[in-house]
């Protein structure tokens, strides 16, 4: 007799009224006398489905056709007046963990409209499914009254907990939480639908549920199980760092915790619970305290990973920490899991045997899979111990390698230790280390300000490549570096200061060239990039080495240009390496020579035909254009005025006809100043006044340099020039340190030894003694005396005025 005969059978008896026997308690026996029974074993039958893939069969199909078994139980029931079978809280059970066994994953749903005979097609969820099962379930909770055998459980509320977490997926959160809340009514998934909110929140609601009714419903009281699943939807909800910015337009993200602070908050309550957990079993299997720590290094995962998605502030400590207390759980299991070893001298065989054949001494035959479906959540292999995942190793490395010192570079290379020996051991399953993580070490060592820092980049380099081409270790033959990887060793050597770094660099470079060149097991597709090239660009520009710097770092910048000029578009260089070399060239600038800045302007003409020719990113910008003056004024070139002039005229007149990104700055004028002071100008003080007069046109506000830099200018008047220059020029003088005091900058002991400077200018008479003396006692009062300002007094003093000035000095200090 097949099975639904047997039903119908079960059916008639119910109508005659014939007694059955109780419900038993199995949920897996192939044959049982309970019609109820029978049915979670056959709807039991079809959801095993979902929990290991047999064959081609779709796990979405078996979970729907489990819910439809349990939809026509129900109409059966009712339809029957209460005489055939009765689900309970088992049935409803299963079908609600064969939606939870799918995890997060959507399919498609026809949805048919009651007015028309249309269809539409939605997307729907294991949420989705659990909550219309619930409803179903609070319907026939009240047509039905309150029947023991439908109360709800922990186990039951777990599944639906459990479909929370899995569902859920990053998002900016947009209201606040708050954990003490209590819900009020039937139940919290029962709310209307626009006030269920977030798969987090939901499942936080249904917690505050259960922690609310335990005193009255102990069958509610949430686990350690109920607690983890609660930390993984908020960890699953917490946006990343980019996805911040991104969706809030700011800059930074440092304050994107609060799905992380969230986890962080269960996850206390839930340490308590597995604490009690792990201390109260004192069985020599061990089964409840090992799968008490398994479920809290679970825990522990997802809440690190919610924390290094948020790169917030004190989410390296956290990531830390966490890691660090998974890495002491799984000390603790290791230890333990020899002693259970040792005890029951378990081997794997047998372990293997009942698993496979599906066969359990304590409750003879059972259908395949049925087991393994019901306790699939609490299933620890007993020959292997509990470890970190390399996922929780590799988050808490890239969390922590975003600290830029010393002590987070060790911490990141000790874990990739770590791994590495877990792999090596051979005990860590199907985890392995990633290239991810070496790179991300590599790149922690290259933000390190620590002396010695880019030479263990490089090491870390050598002993993944000696890794990978080790013959006699094969299982890292997956391990093979990439142009990353060697990028972040020549970024390490750019930013050291080390003497010879960028030797070293250049070095690295030509390995990368000679990998990506070679031919059979000795190739690697390393060839350098557009990034290597320019971090060698800057490993030059910082090496210090004068004019060795600068040629060499324009010969990278030409090597990337001639690649994009043969048709590689990808090695076109920014505007900051043009800048860069620029300024390389401004460093080294001699006096009287107009090399470098012969250099610097080939360089900037080569970028403006670039722009010209279609290459938006390569305007010149007001930074670049200031480069270039400070090149000309450090050249200290006779025409230095003119040509630092052109370009200031060059600017504004483009400023002024609407390019914005031209807005000329006090740096940009402070260094056409230094040109035209170091210039063979005869009338310095004409051109400063000038640069004056049109900065407060632009609106460009003058700082201390600006009218420092003016009156030295007007100071540096030739003595042969005529009275009335000489005049002109200390107006000039007079009026910029007038305006300085007056400013909100503060001078500075050159702004009084270049106005005492200029007073030289005035003929010897009182007027310019009183000048100097009441610049010389303003100086005094303000602190900024020095040995050149007093040495200035001699050439606009008699030496009775210089020395009671002297002496007036010495009283004050």
């Not at 360089?603 to 938006?616: A, P, Q, R, T, V």
């Amino acid at each position: 007799m097949d099975l639904r005969r047997l039903i119908l059978c079960l059916i008639a008896v119910y109508q005659k009224g014939e007694a059955l026997s109780p419900i038993k308690t199995s949920t897996t026996r192939l044959f049982a006398s309970d019609p109820t029974q029978l049915f979670n074993t056959d709807i039991l039958r079809i959801a095993s489905r979902t929990s290991t893939k047999q064959g081609s069969f779709n796990p979405i199909h078996a979970a729907d056709h489990s819910n439809r078994m349990l939809n026509q139980m129900l109409d059966m029931y009712e339809s029957s007046n209460g005489k055939t079978a009765k689900p309970n809280s088992e049935t409803f059970r299963i079908v609600l963990k064969a939606f939870s066994n799918l995890g997060g994953q959507q399919w498609e749903d026809i949805n048919t409209t009651q007015d028309s005979e249309s269809s539409r097609k939605s997307r729907v969820n294991a949420v989705d499914r659990i909550e219309n099962i619930m409803m179903r379930w609070n319907e026939f909770q009240h047509e039905h009254g309150e029947d023991p055998s439908l109360q709800l459980n922990t186990a039951l509320l777990n599944q639906i907990l459990k479909a929370y977490a899995r569902c859920g997926h990053q998002k900016i959160p947009h209201k606040s939480f708050q954990s003490d809340t209590i819900i009020e009514g039937c139940l919290p998934w029962l709310e209307p639908r626009r006030d269920r909110g977030s798969c987090a929140e939901r499942a936080e609601k249904l917690l505050m549920y259960m922690i609310d009714k335990q005193d009255e419903l102990p069958s509610l009281r949430p686990n350690a199980q109920s607690y983890a699943f609660v930390i993984e939807a908020w960890s699953r909800q917490q946006p990343s760092a980019k996805m911040f910015k991104s969706k809030l337009k700011v800059k930074n993200a440092k304050y994107n915790n609060v799905c992380a602070s969230r986890a962080t908050y269960y996850l206390r309550d839930m340490e308590l619970l597995s604490e009690k957990d792990i201390v109260h079993d004192e069985s020599a299997t061990g089964k409840d305290r090992r799968n008490a720590r398994r479920i809290l290094i679970w825990a522990y995962s997802d809440v690190l990973d919610a924390w290094a998605r948020s790169d917030a502030i004190g989410a390296s400590n956290e990531a830390n920490e966490l890691i660090q207390k998974i890495e002491d759980i799984s000390c603790d299991d290791v230890d333990d899991l020899k002693s259970i070893q040792d005890t029951l001298n378990l081997t794997e065989k047998d372990e293997d045997e009942d698993d496979m054949t599906g066969y359990n001494r304590n409750i003879g035959y059972t259908q395949l899979n049925m087991e393994i479906f019901d306790s699939k959540d609490s299933y620890l292999d007993s020959s292997s111990a509990l470890y970190p995942s390399d996922q929780s190793y590799t988050s808490a490395i890239l969390e922590i390698s975003r600290g830029r010192n010393a002590a987070a570079a060790q911490r990141c290379h000790q874990l990739l230790n770590n791994m590495l020996q877990l792999y090596d051991s051979g005990k860590w399953i199907k985890n392995r280390p990633s290239l991810l993580c070496f790179n991300a070490v590599i790149a922690a060592y290259a933000k390190s300000p620590e002396p010695g820092s880019a030479d263990k980049a490089e090491n870390i380099l050598n002993r993944l490549l000696d890794l990978y081409f080790d013959e006699d270790r094969p299982h890292y033959n997956y391990l093979r570096p990439d142009t990353i990887t060697f990028n972040s060793v020549v970024s390490a050597w750019a930013k050291s200061t080390e003497e010879a770094s960028v030797y070293n660099a250049e070095e690295i470079v030509k390995k990368m060239e000679n990998f990506s060149n070679a031919n059979g097991s000795k190739f690697l597709p390393v060839e350098p990039d557009k990034f290597t090239y320019t971090s060698l660009l800057q490993a030059w520009i910082r090496s210090g080495l004068g004019a060795t710097s600068a040629d060499n770092a324009e010969i990278i910048l030409k090597t990337m240009l001639d690649k994009y000029y043969s048709g590689n578009e990808k090695f076109l260089p920014n505007q900051k390496a043009f800048t860069q070399v620029i300024n390389g060239w401004g460093k080294c600038s001699a006096d009287g020579n107009d090399f470098a800045v012969k250099r610097a302007i080939a360089i900037l003409d080569e970028m403006e035909s670039l722009y010209n020719d279609g290459c938006s990113d390569l305007k010149p910008d007001i930074i670049t254009y200031s480069s270039i003056i400070d090149t000309i004024a450090k050249s200290r070139l006779p025409n230095g005025s003119d040509l630092a002039l052109s370009i200031i005229d060059k600017i504004e007149r483009q400023y002024q006809e609407g390019d914005l990104a031209l807005s000329p700055n006090a740096r940009t004028y402070s260094g056409a100043f230094l040109a035209v002071l170091h210039s063979d100008e005869r009338q310095k003080h004409i051109k400063a006044k000038s640069l004056l007069e049109r900065m407060e046109k632009l609106g460009v506000e003058a700082n201390s340099f600006s009218y420092n830099y003016a009156i030295n200018c007007a100071a540096s008047i030739k003595e042969t020039e005529s009275d009335s220059v000489k005049t002109e020029a200390f107006k000039v003088a007079l009026n910029a340190f007038t305006k300085l005091r007056k400013s909100s900058y503060d001078t500075d002991s050159f702004t009084f030894n270049f106005f005492l400077k200029a007073c030289r200018l005035l003929p010897a008479s009182k007027t310019r003694s009183k000048i100097v003396q009441e610049a010389f006692t303003e100086c005094l009062h303000e602190g900024k005396l020095t040995k050149e300002v007093t040495s200035r007094l001699d050439r606009v003093l008699e030496p009775a005025e210089v020395r009671e000035l002297i002496r007036l000095s010495k009283t004050i200090t």
